[in-house]
């Protein structure tokens, strides 16, 4: 059973950053962040592959998000950047150990961009 515990969340500015980071408490095969707003369906943001390091976004945040993760590669982190209002958003590290679903989940961090 895995661990995750997530930080970073907070208020800004459209055109702001935020990083969010997200520690796991044991190995992985891929760690991702997705996101979701009432009502709506959740969206992958980014997902990083703990070995390889290879990584993939969603067309929303292409450019302007950057996923990574720490050497020891237990902590992943999301740098935000441009952000914008619609970005808003209840945000979640995710981990899987396999290259299937992601079936461990965080609590979730709040991300709020105001106009």
């Known amino acids: 059973q895995l661990r995750l515990v997530e930080s970073g969340g907070g208020s800004v500015q459209t055109g702001g950053s935020l990083r969010l980071s997200c520690t796991v408490s044991g190995y992985t095969f891929k760690k991702g962040w997705f996101r979701q707003t009432p009502g709506k369906e959740r969206e992958m943001v980014a997902v990083i592959e703990t070995g390889r390091g290879t990584t993939s976004y969603g067309d929303s945040v292409q450019g302007r998000f950057v996923i990574s993760q720490d050497n020891d590669k237990f902590t992943a982190y999301l740098q935000m950047n441009s952000l914008k209002p619609e970005d808003s958003a209840m945000y979640y590290c995710?981990?899987?150990?396999?290259?299937?679903?992601?079936?461990?989940w965080g609590q979730g961090t709040q991300v709020t961009v105001s106009s």
């Open positions: 995710a981990a899987s150990l396999n290259s299937g679903d992601f079936g461990f």
